[in-house]
């Protein structure tokens, strides 16, 4: 089967491509661009690992053609970070304890880091739903919310669980 | 999991859509949002040769409204029409149901309206992998000749579990249905064909371009009640969505749609018609019309969606009567207002 | 408090930079030059004898390098015990479930390999098929294993005390039965391999595993290739659960597809395969009887169980007795007697899963709840009676050294204000209390020790090397702590060489809640060690006894007086200039009575310590719907000592989340005959963020004698108290006591609708 062009914006850069039209976002991202931080847990829109911005918005890579996003700029997570540092997300879910076997931690950056896009300040309520097509298995949820919350640059969330690094008392 | 091989395409505008339609029929298939679609393919439920692409078709893009009607574009984002004041005004049922869909990131951008309505019909002996429906014959709606969720069953019995088609049931939605010869204008209850095989009456060389709804007055309300195992991600067992008008505090018309039971959502006339003439606090008269709806969608349904069917029927009186309970409320508070 | 430097703090995890920005390796991430993509053909029927397989349609297409059967196979049997070897990677007489192994086909890409799957012709001879333990045990019933009579894989027979007697002298005795279905594991990560083989012939292979060396030897033993030319590698592990503790079919045969392609080889996993291929939690049918006199005290039990184990034996042993020992672990008992039976089905194989049976634990606990109601005493208050404390013997005559379980019960019914709501909560509310006990790591067979090396490092950082792996827990962390609080060291000076068969010595694995208590105790030795070495370079620089300096912050010193330091950097350059070599080797071996075995001899010492738990869950019912919405959960345990708060609190909120929220209110599986209707999220209702809980975590500290710094297993024994405390809140809640698990919103109405029929 033939490949055609694909144009987009990944991470900033602008890419030119020839894909095969059956191709999803997730299989471009991850075998042609190597940008396997973008992980598969269902492949049919359940799990919310293949989570990525596209001009951003939250989308689901394994369920959106890379043909449909012809002329658009995704994010990945590999996107997120600046030279020497992280973004305000990950530094947060490194602090928070809200990585376990960090599957689903990409896609869950993803989630929230869209809603925190959108809403600076959310509500625990809001954190909940953003990501509730993000599935871990590990955590039970409770420092990613916390996570979430503490990376919202622009409130003082009551959400935030004890913030103390090594070298501190234990609470 | 890879999807099979098919050639793209990409008209920029609708007639050259439709063209398409026309020359390749039944070996195309519409992709809007992909949510509902992909999946079939991943699945080989689906093989479609050609899938043309709705993504530059901006005139099946939004909400507007013409004359006596809300009209919304087929290719309208979900979250789209759940954020609409419109919607939100007039058809709060829509917006309910709209914005139950999956979870967040689904319906941001991919999902639509269009596509949620067109929804196929679903069933756990159905919508597996290839691998799992191997080594057994196919059934009626794999093109076979069997029945694995009802023994014995001469047609398919799968079930209808959109969220955005029971609503739009409920409040007398019709739909526009384009082809490169002119249109169709059918009712939902025309656009179902109640057949579990083809669900719905869309010809391959047709595209489903609108939406449009009768605009409400003051006095009317609906609501849409779903239950399902979690707050997200989930297709519910079982729907409500209802719809009421009321004159001077009395109900004066009501359609009741149930969802998850049938092929389609069902639009129990009886139950609707019981509430004629009953005031809106009359919650005996809800509790009846909501028994009826259960006693007539039971027929209905069979074991494929994931809950026990004596639930998922029980569940149906539950849903209407508290979808009638918050419509009968929400009429009155309208109805108060205007005269305030 | 002690004087920890690292450990006993809250430390965000070394492994987590790389996580959340995209760069862990994961085994579905990993690309080599000529790589295939393999693809396992499985049994679209549940019993079939093989008749034959034609492969020549799938060798012509284009783009395929190989195809794989049982007949490139030597035919080796794998079984975690010598007794229990049933399993062909690719049987090549017949097939056991739906979904086994029967073929495999490496390709240049994904989608060949898919077309190539279609293209091998298998001719089965389809064989009844048997889908209900009882049924499989009944007379004239297909056997799955012809030399497995009633299809009883395992018999765990275990007495102890005088049983009928205790009944006897009982004031009160009960009989109930309770039953759940079978439960998954999904692991975030779909399971994946990849293996290569190099010019010298040595296999390098990457899978998702909790423990290397336990996927080494069979690996070795089914290739026939020297144990030491099998080298697993590490790679990031999303997820175990008790899941991946054994060698899967997909290692051996992506092994057996690169060497003979002579090309690195990956296979992925779809869901579906994770859920069907891999391994599921047993479903269970168990009657307890229980006797106790007039204060609550259980005088007497009797528990039988029968397991529905699926096609081959896995852990069988172990996962018939686990339940069992963890219940007796739990709550005292003088005369017990116990009947396990592990039943092989045509259905997907079971091994051993976190919550290790709703139907026996939840059960052990509801019908002290109804006991207690009988008596017209408080659940927690029959549950004090029971506890077990420290310094007394299980059963089956395990030392329990350390146990704060009543103070679980204590400050969990505290924070809970278990006293205030107990009978006293608004209708349709409810609260229930869970108390259960898990072992810390007891060892099987010669892989039971673990063993660890450790180098300083000319820049005065440190290298340690342990076969301990991390999927997902945290145990790369809980090594470097250790390590470093040992050294004197920062986090950031140790480099981990850790869960590679060809660079690290032997360890068990990260199962049975071992790699703390074993594993990091192996490298805590190792350390000491190595510091020792240290110190002794030091002393003659410091002109101090070695006994009086102290190695912290990267620095050594006098005891009493830091302002004397020398950085540990240039004790080490010292030493390297006299010729010294400052290392350290550590080695822990769990003091266990080697006479007891699983089935022949299930008495003795089985491991060093024991966990302890309580949670106690608040809940509100819909009467209308059944669905039930959890409101507050409190979760104890007694984990000896906290290396890292942040950590054990995130394994109590995921035993939560797994136990609880999940295992009593949505997972189970459903089947047509032996297709698992839900394989995948869609359908397997895992807790999502809306539906969890608000969550309390209070760690209790008992000080383990033989601990590494007193700690021992963490969060295990959450996941199974969170089970039972959530049905048992649900049953206050309605009023009535449910008996098959989990507790879905139809089976609640039912019993809702039933009360009020009366």
Redesign the interface.
Known sequence: MSRVPLSIKVNGEELELMVEPHWTLLEVLREELDLTGTKEGCGEGVCGACTVLLEGEPIRACLTLALEVQGMSVTTVEGLAGEKTLDPLQESFIRHGAVQCGFCTPGMIMAAKALLLKNPCPQEEEIRRAISGNICRCTGYAKIVEAIAAAAPQCNSSIRGPLQGPGEEPT | MRLPRFQYLEPRELEEALEMRDLYGARSAVLAGGTDLLVRMKQRLMGPAFLISLRNLKELVGIRMEGKELVIGAGTPLQEVSRSPLVQHHFPALAEAVQAVGAYSIQQVRGTIGGNLCQDTRCLFYNQSAFWRSGRQACHKAGGKICYAREGSDRCRSTNQSDGATALMALQARVTLRNSQGHRDLSLEELFTMKGETPLDLAPNEILTQIRLPMERPGRASTYERIAYRSAIDFPVASAAVWLESERGTVSKARIAVGCMGNAPLLILQAGESLEGRPLEDTQALAKAARIAMDQASAFAVENVGATVEYRVEMVSVLVERALHRAAARAAEAKGKEHA | MSDY??I??????V????????????T??L?FPRMLVGKVL????AHARILSIDASRALALRGVKAVVTGQDTFGEKWGVFRYTQDQCFLPMDKVRY??EEVAAVAAVD??TA?EALELIKVDYEELPAVFDPLEAMAPGAPLVHENFPQNINIHVRIEVGDVEGGFAASHLVREDTFTAAEES??????YAVVARFDLEGNLEIWMPNAGPHMKAKPLSNALRIPLHKVHVRKV????A?GGRSEISPADFICALLAQKTRRPVKI?Y???ENTVCTRQGHSMITTIKTGVDSSGRVLSREVTCYMDGGAYSSTGPIATSVPFLCMEQAYKMENVRYNGFRIYTNKPIRGMIRVHGRAFACGVDTQLDMIAQELGMDPMDIRLVNAREAGEYTPTKSFVASCAMKETILKAAQKARWKEKRGKLPKWRGIGIGCNSVQTGFPMGIRGGSQAIIKFNEDGGATVISGVVD????NDNMLVQIAAEELGLK?EDIQLVSADTELTPTDPGAYSQVSTFVGGQAVRLAAAQAREKLLGIASEMLEARVEDLVARDRMVFVKGSPQKAIPIQKVIRTGLSKGRVVTGEGSYWPKVDPRREWVQNPYGQMCEAFSFGTTIAEVEVDP????VKVLEVVAAQDVGF?LN???L??Q???????GG?GGML?EYHFW?KG?V???????Y????????PK?HCIIVESHDPKGPYGAKEAGMSIAMSAAQAYSAAICDAIGVYLKDYPL???KI?KAIKEKARG
């Not at chain 3, 990031?236 to 997820?239: E, L, P, Q, T």
């Open positions: 430097a690292i006993g703090k809250r430390m965000p995890r492994d987590t930079p790389a996580k959340v920005t995209g760069e862990a390796r994961f579905a991430d690309k499985r049994s679209p029927l739906f979904g994904e989608d898919l594991y999904f692991q975030g990560e779909p990031a592990i999303g997820g659960f992925v779809t869901r579906e999927n997902g827990q945290g986090p209308r719907t059944g669905k906290a708060p942040l950590v609190e995130g109590f909120e995921g035993a939560v989340a797994m929220q949505s047509d297709r209707m839900n394989p995948t999220q869609l359908e209702k895992l807790p999502i963020a809306q539906d969890m969550i879905t919103p139809d109405l």
